[in-house]
């Protein structure tokens, strides 16, 4: 659980500060898992630990084919870690896709600054988070006005969450948004 309150022109979230002036959007939204982005990257990444594997053992594979005792047993333990390397790293890249194919969608609210910072919180109410975004537009609007609520955190990995809007701009000349 964490406190959200404004006071005195600012922002409290937890222990992080946003002076109100600052803010630039607060708006709730559902962050939902990138399912089909963790497939692909556990795919990739599969495919690319087999093939470094093979690369790896190559030079291993000709004291194989010779078949002498000493050279045999040391190559035999080489590729066996080789191998045992490669199905670790297999395991670890399932567990990292399992984990986001089983995350659930959170409902968020999100608070934008004019800078780079960006705060997350949650609430497993989404009504909650929406009188939220009204109470912190009415004291963005209303600098006088002080509030507290509890709320919860938000931790995940932006890589397996899509965030806000994807904006495509193509061409460099003007972007004023309106067609000439």
């Known amino acids: ?66 078949g002498g005792s000493d050279g045999q047993s040391g190559a035999a333990g080489y590729v066996v870690f080789v191998w045992l390397l490669a199905i670790g790293a297999g395991i670890f890249f399932l567990v990292d896709m399992i984990a986001v194919l089983t995350a659930s969608p959170q409902y968020v609210l999100a608070v934008e600054t004019s800078g780079a910072s960006t705060a997350l919180v949650t609430s497993p109410d989404p009504r909650y988070l929406d009188q939220l975004v009204e109470q912190l537009s009415y004291a963005i609007e209303h600098p006088d006005t002080e509030f507290r ?19 495509n701009m193509y061409g460099g000349s003007g972007n004023t948004g309106i067609s000439s």
């Open 1 to 66: 659980m964490l406190e959200l309150r404004v006071s005195k022109r600012i922002l409290w979230i937890g222990r992080a500060v946003y002076p109100l002036a600052n803010i630039a959007r607060v708006y709730s939204f559902v962050l939902r898992p990138r399912r089909k982005e963790a497939v692909l990257r556990f795919l990739r990444y599969s495919a690319g630990t087999i093939a470094i594997a093979m690369l790896v053992m190559l030079p291993s594979l000709p004291a194989l084919a010779l």
């Open 149 to 167: 609520v509890t709320v919860q955190s938000l931790t995940v990995s932006p890589k397996n969450y899509y965030f806000g809007d994807n904006v």
